[in-house]
């Protein structure tokens, strides 16, 4: 099962990913969470990514693609894996259609998770994250139990450094003009599938399941 998850900046991708791998058993693969890594870790990927990740533009594609399709060929990629965040330019889907191809592989699903720009940016300023595990809450439709601390792990809770206003204005412009032509293109190929992602946590799970199988 070869899974990638679209959609703009909040839209949910991260939260419905924690779901999907753990139902479907699957490696999460976010290039976002690799360079936040990277970022953390203070490597010179790392220092070459926050460069465009500050200012909410994208990561070049040419570094972008070679740390995502090296992920894909460790083993916990053989039974299938769940992207999210990559691709999102055109050149890199026809970059991963060829890594893929060439080990007589390809793109099973995609699901394009929807949600109107006005809740994006709703969303987006306020999420906070585990600093430890990563879990996302958001404040006020998600909260966690206990102000700033994680549910899962006691962590301490953050925001990530791309979510400010001005930064997240720019992500949804990017979306829209550098990943959106992205949805023709999966269009296509007849493997995308449109979800409305306003609809709640677990109703958009639901979706998905529907749309997987058991
Ligand atoms: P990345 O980390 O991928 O960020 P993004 O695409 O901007 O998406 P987010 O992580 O912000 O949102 P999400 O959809 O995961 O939402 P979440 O589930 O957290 O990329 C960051 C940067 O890295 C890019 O800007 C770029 O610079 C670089 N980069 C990464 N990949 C790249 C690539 N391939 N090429 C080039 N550059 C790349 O949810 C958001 C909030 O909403 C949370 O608070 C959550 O609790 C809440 N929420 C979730 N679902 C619901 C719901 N159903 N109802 C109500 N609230 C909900
Ligand atoms: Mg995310």
């Not at 870790?41 to 693609?65: Q, W």
């Not at 430890?132 to 792990?153: E, L």
């Not at 550098?178 to 799970?205: C, M």
């Amino acid at each position: 099962m070869n899974l990638i998850l679209l959609g703009p900046p909040g839209a949910g991708k991260g939260t419905q990913a924690a779901k999907i791998i753990e139902k479907y058993d699957i490696p999460h693969i976010s290039t976002g969470d690799i360079f936040r890594d990277n970022i953390k870790e203070g490597t010179d990927l790392g220092k070459r990514a926050k460069e465009y990740m500050d200012k909410g533009e994208l990561v070049p594609d040419s570094l972008v693609i070679e740390i995502a399709t090296d992920r894909l060929t460790k083993d916990d990629c053989k039974n299938g894996f769940l992207l999210d965040g990559f691709p999102r330019t055109v050149d890199q889907a026809k970059a991963l259609d060829e890594f893929l191809a060439g080990r007589g592989d390809k793109v099973d699903h995609v699901l394009d998770i929807e949600v109107p720009k006005e809740e994006l940016m709703t969303r987006i300023l306020g999420r906070r994250v585990c600093r430890k595990c990563g879990a996302t809450y958001n404040i006020p439709n998600m909260p966690p139990k206990v102000d700033g601390i994680c549910d899962v792990c006691g962590g301490e809770l953050m925001q990530r450094a791309d979510d400010t206003r001005e930064t997240v204005e720019n992500r949804i412009e990017v979306y829209d003009s550098q990943t959106k032509p992205l949805l023709d293109y999966y269009k296509e190929a007849g493997v995308i599938s449109r979800l409305d992602g306003t609809t709640g946590l677990e109703n958009v799970f639901g979706v998905i399941v529907g749309i997987l199988g058991d």
